[in-house]
């Protein structure tokens, strides 16, 4: 049986690897000959589960991102929509401010 310690370090070596390498992986433990098949398939799942935890990250991390550009897009909506309320009023006044002082001028 194998101690803690030499467990956490599997686990981080299957973290560290890429999805597709932790996919061989599953493949080349069910297929070992040298157990018996249960044998395999429990260490094919071992195999599994490390690729379930690093699929599980890869989406947190697209969560976090998509949650970051979401806060940004409502952020600029509320000031396209502040600017937007604040300014358009305004046109009008400063243009027939401009058109009054040059009647003024004449």
Known sequence: MKSRSEIEKEVKDDLAKSDMQLLVDVHEEILRDNRSMPENLIHAQK???SLS???ARQTEKLNNRLLYLTLVLVILTALLFFVSFF???KIPIL???RTNQGDKNR
Request: contains cysteine.
């Open 47 to 49: 195999r599994l589960g």
């Open 53 to 55: 935890v690093r699929l």
């Open 87 to 89: 300014d358009f009023p």
């Open 95 to 97: 243009c027939t401010q």
